[in-house]
């Protein structure tokens, strides 16, 4: 290859002037740059400090790779106008968890971090950076939402900064939002249209009016916390995936999020446990009744006994989380407490929306009695939610495989990939047992039926015949909701010896590819 050649004097004059202006131009850059760094001035760094909260700069810098670049955009945005330089946000691209990723983080510092006309443009520019690139999104949140006085030109245009939010996360570009502090009013819909959201205990106010206006507005008087505290959303709304212990605890579960995007993740993982696969044998009870931990048999299936819980402290009755099995990345959902609410099955939904995002293969431990029965579910509207997960469990496609652990009763069986369902593979357990309802609930609802005819049409109700038919319609139930019975009929792809699951799950992770398909068939010409 030609080499080129230089006619360049470095000691001639015209250099030396050039230089001496370029040299002019970097200071005033530089000293654009220090007053961006600068945020919102001495006095309220210091107190921002003082209040045990970190800059926008400290966050980055504690959320990217160690020792990795971080390229800040527009770090001048708003110099020459009257709004600060920098404007109350920094934007760049940074390595997280190996993986390139746009980062957007409010100045707390500047005005509260509410967003100006500059800050806006800003924040819109690092979202279409985002999307034309498909780089994930991180959000790092603490903002007092619209710089009012200026609202005439932000608030119209500002809508576009939720629409980009949720198109990233269509074009499964996934978003993230970890929320250190306020987050009001239109700030609120940032967490609301992340993918994962975190939440900084006692710290992130998150909701549409603060208690102020909502006294204005209604009357009620009510606290921060309760009204949009990381407690309340994680265990309550749902609007909170993570509480984070602190600032860096928020930061860590955000590493941890994009680590589990899958499809981005190069690295290997392929350890074995560090549980015994025997003990799997002892976990179940032969009572089914007798609850158990999906959390024991997860510690003895998934690589080094890694696991990486979803939106744990909601709709605790059914885990979701991340994993490896023989270095394939899966997703878990597995019930904990037999009986699915509607929490459990919104949450169930977000998790099986997120694994499609990312092209997750989805396992389903089944150990489910079914979905809620009762006048204050049915009011809450458990249908409606068991409709929407087990939507999402027909329509989803990345590669589901299913293994009944234990119980699989009712429509629980079909939210939770059932053989209806189409799971590429579904196993059982010698132990678990599957039917539309328990052997002695059935002989229950077809007695009080009978029962019910008989007073209808006036006759006496012959309680010792219904012993009889209790007892054998519970016999018949039973016999035919045993693994065995249902194996022999087809019902499963076999019945496996526990302790073979993660051998199982993992000859079938290889197998089941990323379920793509051609969109026509070869044609013979
Ligand atoms: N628009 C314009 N200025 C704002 C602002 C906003 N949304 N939020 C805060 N500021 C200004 C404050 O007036 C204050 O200015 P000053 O220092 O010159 O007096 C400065 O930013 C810092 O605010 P302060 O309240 O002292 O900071 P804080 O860290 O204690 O609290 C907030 C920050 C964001 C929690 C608080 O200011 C707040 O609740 N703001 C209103 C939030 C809101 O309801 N926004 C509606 C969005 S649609």
């Not at 945005?77 to 746009?102: K, M, Q």
């Not at 991180?138 to 608030?155: H, K, R, T, Y």
């Not at 009011?379 to 999402?392: D, E, V």
């Not at 234990?406 to 039917?435: D, H, I, Q, V």
Request: overall charge negative; some cysteine.
């Amino acid at each position: 290859m030609p080499i080129l050649t230089s006619t360049l004097d470095p000691r001639g004059a015209v250099y030396a002037e050039n230089r001496a202006a370029m040299l002019e131009r970097l200071t005033d850059l530089e000293s654009a740059l220090r007053q961006a760094r600068g945020g919102g001035g001495d006095k309220y760094i210091a107190r921002h400090h003082a209040r045990g909260k970190l800059l926008p700069r400290e966050r980055i810098e504690l959320l990217v790779d160690r020792d990795s670049p971080f390229l800040e955009l527009c770090p001048v945005a708003a110099w020459g106008t009257d709004y600060p330089v920098g404007a109350s946000v920094v934007t760049g691209i940074g390595i997280v968890e190996g993986v390139p990723c746009v980062i957007v983080a409010n100045d707390p510092t500047v005005r509260g971090g509410a967003v100006n006309p500059f800050s806006l443009k800003k924040t819109q520019r690092a979202s279409q950076i985002a999307r034309e690139n498909r780089l994930p999104l991180i959000n790092l949140v603490e903002s007092g939402g619209a710089d009012l006085p200026q609202q005439a030109e932000i608030f119209i245009p500002g809508g576009a900064a939720f629409r980009d939010l949720t198109r990233l996360s269509a074009a499964a570009i996934p978003t993230v939002a970890v929320v250190f502090g306020n987050a009001t009013a239109g700030g609120a819909y940032v967490p609301g249209m992340s993918d994962y959201t975190i939440f900084v205990r006692d710290r992130a106010k998150v909701f549409l009016a603060g208690p102020p206006l909502v006294k204005m507005a209604t009357g009620e008087t009510v606290d921060d916390e309760t009204l949009g505290g990381a407690a309340m959303h994680a265990t309550r709304s749902g609007l909170a995936d993570f509480i984070a212990e602190d600032e860096r605890d928020g930061l860590r579960l955000a590493r941890s999020c994009v680590r589990n995007f899958g499809h981005l993740l190069t690295r290997a993982y392929g350890a074995e446990p560090k549980f015994d696969a025997d003990d799997l044998l002892g976990i179940p009870s032969a009572d089914l009744r007798v609850p158990f931990d999906p959390r024991e048999i997860l510690a003895r299936v998934l690589d080094g006994s890694e696991f990486d819980e979803f939106k744990p402290a909601y709709g605790a009755a059914l885990c979701t989380g991340w994993g490896a099995i023989h270095g394939h990345r899966v997703g878990v959902l597995a019930n904990v407490r037999g009986v699915l609410f509607s929490a459990e099955a919104q949450k169930a939904a977000q998790f099986i929306q997120l694994a499609n995002a990312s092209g997750t293969p989805l396992i389903f431990l089944q150990n489910t009695t079914g979905y809620m029965v009762g006048s204050e579910y049915e009011q809450g509207g458990i249908i409606k939610h068991g409709a929407l997960m087990i939507n999402a469990v027909a329509n989803s496609r990345v590669p589901h495989l299913t293994v009944n652990i234990g119980a699989s009763y009712g429509a629980g069986n079909y939210g939770m990939c059932g053989r209806a369902f189409e799971p590429r593979f579904l196993f059982t357990w010698p132990n678990a047992k599957s039917a539309v309802m328990g052997p002695q609930q059935l002989a229950g609802v077809l007695s009080i039926v009978a029962r019910q005819a008989a007073e209808a049409k006036g006759h006496a109700y012959d309680e010792e015949q219904d012993r009889t038919m209790r007892f054998m319609v519970e016999h018949k139930v039973e016999q035919e909701s045993a693994a065995l019975f249902l194996s022999g009929r087809l019902y499963d792809d076999g019945v496996i010896d526990p302790r073979d699951t993660r051998t199982v799950l993992g000859m079938c992770l290889a197998l089941v590819g990323t379920g793509e398909h051609a969109q026509f068939g070869v044609f013979r010409h």
